[in-house]
């Protein structure tokens, strides 16, 4: 089920009380960048900032699963930035798009509870 289906079960069953919507959550998000951890590693190698216990394989076999694994950071408005990740296990089914969805997915499902934390705090402290 999907934020915007589930958003709209909750306002047909008029349930009002403060919470964390869909548009809130995307109003909070300033920024999104993907990366798969290949280019995280050679970025960082670019830089001269690369830490890693690599131990080199035949034609680099050992640093082909980097391609693999997709990232997504999300910066908050306020600064604050959240992760997320998708790994696929077998190349042949990599696909970018598909990766980066997922990633942008899970990262979005952390917000979630950073958003949904905050308001139950901002609702003790009313009612303290």
Same mark, same amino acid.
């Given at each position: ?27 909070i /998000? ?15 190698? %670019?830089?001269?900032?690369? %830490? ?7 034609q ?12 997504? /950071?999300?910066?908050? %408005? ?7 990740e ?14 980066? %969805?997922?990633?942008?997915a899970?990262a ?21």
């Amino acid at each position: 089920m999907t934020d915007a289906a589930i958003e709209q079960e909750i306002q047909a069953k008029g349930l009002t009380a403060p919470r964390i919507t869909p548009a809130h959550i995307d109003s909070i /998000v300033a920024s999104t960048h993907y990366f798969t951890a290949i280019d995280g590693r050679n970025g960082a190698m %670019k830089a001269g900032m690369y %830490k890693a216990t690599e131990k080199p394989a035949p034609q680099d076999t050992d640093l082909m699963p980097l391609s693999l694994l997709t990232f997504c /950071v999300l910066v908050l %408005k306020n600064g604050f930035t959240v992760t997320g990740e998708s790994a696929c296990a077998s190349p042949e089914n990599f696909n970018q798009e598909i990766g980066e %969805k997922i990633a942008y997915a899970n990262a979005k499902q952390k917000v979630w509870a950073l958003e949904g934390y905050l308001l139950k705090q901002k609702l003790f402290d009313q009612a303290a």
